[in-house]
């Protein structure tokens, strides 16, 4: 299957309508556009599924329930996107098994030796800029996630178009 053939913009709809969702500037719609982003950005050096990464970005913390601790919310997150998949978009069996699993365990430390599951994890952490906290690069995975850490390269993520839409404050904010 063709990226192409996943509707991100009717997708992104689905899923911000969802009533369950918290209405979060820190976990909400304008992470999960940063972290479509910064996937992007990495998957240009090392070869990730970017269909599955901007999956990630939209599923993994679309069912949380507080900005708190909320265990169960990858999970959640994870059968939200089982529950669209086959109605509002379609995954090979094998794709929709890494993004599920890179849902699940997105919050929980786990080794991962699949570079589209440690794109993803990578993705999110590098947005941890938004709560105060700098991304240490002995919890990413991948070579370039750890550069933009340890050099501070963060200007090079804006580089990349977001297909999931940002309000005009965070695109002043992120200078995008």
């Excluded at 750890?146 to 999931?164: D, G, M």
């Amino acid at each position: 299957m063709k990226q192409s053939e996943i509707n991100f913009k009717k997708l992104w709809k689905i899923v911000t309508k969802n009533k369950v969702r918290i209405n979060s500037h820190i976990h909400g719609p304008e992470h999960w556009a940063r972290v479509e982003r910064n996937g992007l950005y990495i998957c240009e050096k090392n070869g990730a599924d970017k269909e599955i990464i901007k999956l990630f970005a939209l599923f993994h913390d679309s069912m949380r329930l507080n900005d708190g601790r909320d265990i169960e919310h990858g999970l959640r997150g994870a059968e939200y996107a089982k529950s669209l998949l086959n109605k509002e978009y379609e995954l090979a069996e094998d794709k929709f098994e890494l993004l599920y699993y890179a849902c699940q365990y997105h919050s929980i430390r786990r080794p991962t030796e699949d570079k589209t599951i440690g794109t993803c994890w990578d993705a999110d952490r590098l947005d941890l800029r938004r709560v105060g906290i700098k991304p240490d690069e002995k919890y990413l995975y991948s070579d370039a996630a750890k550069i933009v850490a340890r050099e501070q390269k963060w200007n090079e993520l804006n580089t990349f178009k977001v297909t999931f839409p940002l309000t005009s404050f965070f695109k002043k904010w992120w200078n995008l």
